[in-house]
């Protein structure tokens, strides 16, 4: 009896074994693989590039007391930008300002009128060579891609040339008769953009400002231009 019950039960092993092997493996649990979140927190340093165009009333820089005389500047744009943001949830919140150099000219002829009064004909060229400003940033973050607008002051660098006199003071009367001024001129700008992560910390962004200076915003212009951001932190 006992050699019978050793002998079933090692038929009942070697067949379990056998099942066994016959069942496929079994893959190791792997847990999901969580795609990281692009992060836009951080300093930055950036570069960028563009071309800008507007209006000028170059009389106003020498005066309140002449009548408008209005032409069209336009030209490049290159400079750097330093900022700072911080990312809550999908909203990023930041401070940048920029510094550009620009080869933005233009001139016109026509008449000049003081207090009403026809003073000649002037020829009258400009140039604005630095445009700065300091602008918040809100913005809306879909994983690596970033809209925003913008707002905040401008400074403006100007200086403008009269091709020939017409015998008048400018400064409002302070100043003996001139035939050349140069100056700053603050404003104000805003604007609204997209800005794209290529990897964690380098971004691309491009951006149109609106930038208007000057008493009366003697200087309206527009800004078009592309940029390249490196991030630390974040």
Not at 3 to 10: D, R
Not at 56 to 68: I, T, V
Request: proline share 3%; charged share 10%.
């Amino acid at each position: 009896m006992k050699k019978h019950f050793l002998a079933a039960a090692a038929f009942l092993a070697a067949s379990a074994s056998a099942f066994a092997a016959d069942l496929p493996m079994q893959t190791p649990y792997r847990a999901p693989v969580v795609a990281a979140v692009y992060n836009w927190t951080g300093i930055y340093l950036g570069v960028n590039a563009g071309y800008a165009t507007g209006q000028q009333n170059p009389l106003g820089l020498f005066s309140s007391d002449f009548a408008p005389f209005n032409y069209t500047l336009s030209g490049g744009m290159f400079g750097g930008t330093l900022g700072a943001q911080i990312q809550s949830g999908h909203v990023v919140l930041g401070l940048e300002g920029d510094i550009d150099w620009t080869s933005m000219t233009g001139s016109g002829t026509g008449p000049v009128t003081k207090f009403g009064v026809f003073q000649g004909t002037a020829t009258i060229s400009s140039k604005v060579s630095i445009i700065d400003t300091l602008r918040t940033r809100v913005g809306y973050a879909q994983d690596n891609l970033l809209f925003y607008g913008t707002f905040g002051l401008a400074l403006t660098n100007d200086v403008s040339t009269f091709g020939q006199t017409v015998g008048f003071t400018c400064n409002n009367g302070t100043v003996a008769a001139c035939s050349s001024l140069a100056s700053w001129h603050p404003g104000l700008t805003a604007g609204a953009g997209f800005e794209y992560g290529l990897t964690p910390n380098l971004s691309t962004k491009v951006e149109y400002l609106w930038v208007g200076a000057g008493a009366v915003n003697t200087l309206k212009e527009n800004i078009f231009r592309a940029g390249l951001n490196f991030r630390f932190g974040g």
